[in-house]
């Protein structure tokens, strides 16, 4: 595998692809910055997402969400091809009990068939509270 | 890590405790079956959970959070303690494009401090969709 | 990516095949079984393979060893193609204090572009050691 | 998990304990830096480690056990403790072909019950050929 590594994606075109999935519009989902190297979005709180209501923590399927996408958008914010996810990790460091979540992710390896990227999922005042992998496919 | 299993929850009691939890509600999660050596649930299809509306394809977030919520659950299930999830792993193997999912999850391993347990996620033909496993901390 | 399952492999060729690697010649890898649906190989003791030498437990790095190659011939020996593994998790449950090892590989999706794996590392009476997954690439 | 980082711990204490292990003995393993954030090893090659003689590539398995145990480490070289590994999960970006590799391992989360570390696996001349990540218990 070598690196397909080609010129950064437009932002304009990033946030219109990135809405265009209904999963990510419910999620609020925006973008903060982009480069070639990390792309960061900001997720606003809602109620839906909550898995423990005694605590009011958000739901590990959601920071996995969020990994899952932010690495994908990370592949293609950085010239990358990334048709779909073929394996995610993550784990959970603390509860999440308040929005914004931020997520910045970054690519790892750019290659042909596969591409990695790395995500940190970040409360408000930056602790970190999940992170993750996920390889992409191209084609 | 000894098996720490004890007596399988009461069907009751273990849908009653899912579905405190908002997340659980928005699904739509039902208890399908249960038992000491797997739990399985059934979720139906709703609009927001769309990736690509191109092929109406779930997102990977959604079987993601199907993964780590069953896994969760078969442990209680089972009559293991698992209080939340450490990591998750899951492989994306066919874009899921309609409902209801079915997700089937079956403890691996019950232990002292962790649970490791595997989930399935099926469409409502069978097909086998994802796969993955949770790591459950008991304490 | 659709089922490539062709017509299983020949027990001497994939026998030949395995003791190719030098690695495989050093852990003493013997096929103990095989079919399209499963593969069980035997790894003797050595004592170099030790980790804690207070308890007497294999490395982790040994048991992950197997878990990667016993799913990837798992594959092979089904009629699958896997070039290489692209991923590779592994939970380990219990330390590994005698030998021999079992390692029983299962392909859970044989895929056009990628393959995945199951395997699950038994003690010789029967105790669940370690298992995990890889994900192998066709070309 | 509240963050356990106490002091690092001392340089020639930790090679002493790296070498304790009989399989770290026979990889050759020797440390080249260690701080609070980081731990760089070296392994020479030798070629019982090689996978496929063809291209003369290390074994993945060789690649995920210095994952493994360089993440480790890396938790105690910060001061961590961490017992045993409790997963891994490794990416393979390339074929190793060639010694010196250098692993460098870095702690993510050192938590009172479980740390988490990423390693990254680079060739004598400074390739990405391998990354992943442990989950190291502390009890």
Redesign the interface.
Known sequence: ?TDTRTKPMDAKRLQDILL?????R?LGLRIVSQSGDSLELEMPWR???????AIGAA????L???V??TGLYAVLAAGGVAK????????????ATEGPLRAIGCP??M?R??S?ADTQILSADGR?LA???G?Y?S?
Do not use: C, Q, Y
């Open positions: 595998m265009i999935s209904p999963f990510h419910w109620d839906e997402i909550v898995s423990n209501p739901h590990g399927g959601i996995s969400a969020l899952d996408l779909a996810t073929v394996d995610l990790r993550v784990d959970f460091h603390r509860a790892i390896k290659g068939t596969l990695i970190l992170s993750g992998r390889a496919v084609g």
